[in-house]
């Protein structure tokens, strides 16, 4: 199992920047895909990017391209995400998400940070 703790969410002008961090307990953290979600008032969870075991690959959402990168350093148990050019349409809770090797799906999830993107 792996337990998340999302940080680094917070209040901050459209054009700026934030980057969020997950650190991530447990045993062999650097065999979990790890992955950002955000899920904004009213509307679904929305996949925000995810990165491979050992950061070889990446894929990010569409509305996020160019925008946002991933990143994990698997020494410290941690996965970064880092949003530039923030819009007023990123405002939502960022969670933090890991998938096993054998899972369909991300199946851990932390308790997430709020961005609030003011216009």
């Known amino acids: 199992q792996v337990q998340l703790v999302e940080s680094g969410g917070g209040l901050v002008q459209g054009g700026g920047s934030l980057r969020l961090s997950c650190a991530a307990s447990?045993?062999?953290?650097?065999?979990?895909?790890m992955g950002w979600f955000r899920q904004a008032p009213g509307k679904e969870r929305e996949f925000v990017a995810l990165?491979?075991?050992?950061?070889?690959?990446?894929s990010y959402g569409d509305s996020v391209k160019g925008r946002f990168a991933i990143s994990r350093d698997n020494a410290k148990n941690m996965v970064y995400l880092q949003m530039n050019r923030l819009k007023p349409e990123d405002t939502a809770v960022y969670y933090c998400a890991a998938k096993s090797r054998t899972a369909l799906s991300f199946g851990y999830w932390g308790q997430g940070t709020q961005v609030t993107v003011s216009s």
């Open positions: 447990g045993r062999a953290f650097s065999t979990y895909t």
């Open positions: 990165i491979s075991r050992d950061s070889s690959g990446t």
